[in-house]
Nanobody, 126 residues
Framework: QVQTVESGGGLVQAGGSLRLSCAVSGLTFYMYDMGWFRHAPGKEREFVSA????????YYGEFVKGRFTISRDNAKNTVYLQMNSLKPEDTAVYYC???????????????????WGQGTQVTVSS
């Protein structure tokens, strides 16, 4: 049984930083590309960032603009999202997921991911 558990969210002032973690168990972690998405009230789920199986390739949503960094530790079955220079518009529930197909699909498309976690709330105050 696959379990995906996000942590590290919280309340932070604008300009502050948070580091999200996503621990995965029950699958061969190093064989999966991983992604972070976010969902704010009244908006669709939005791609934030993704990282390849080895960690050698990373992808970011346009709104990130150099503020976030994704990384992974395959020995710990964990993917991270370091978020700096946070803005009130970054307020959302942040989710971690595994890209289901190794050879097809898009890093940017939520339906191409599975094994979603329950999410962690990030609130940025102005």
């Amino acid at each position: 049984q696959v379990q995906t558990v996000e942590s590290g969210g919280g309340l932070v002032q604008a300009g502050g930083s948070l580091r999200l973690s996503c621990a995965v168990s029950g699958l061969t972690f190093y064989m999966y590309d991983m992604g972070w998405f976010r969902h704010a009230p009244g908006k669709e789920r939005e791609f934030v960032s993704a990282i390849s199986r080895s960690g050698g390739s990373t992808y970011y949503g346009e709104f990130v603009k150099g503020r976030f960094t994704i990384s992974r530790d395959n020995a710990k079955n964990t993917v991270y999202l370091q978020m700096n220079s946070l803005k009130p518009e970054d307020t959302a529930v942040y989710y971690c997921a595994a890209k289901v197909s190794r050879y097809s699909g898009s890093y940017y498309n939520p339906p191409d991911y599975g094994y979603w976690g329950q999410g962690t709330q990030v609130t940025v105050s102005s």
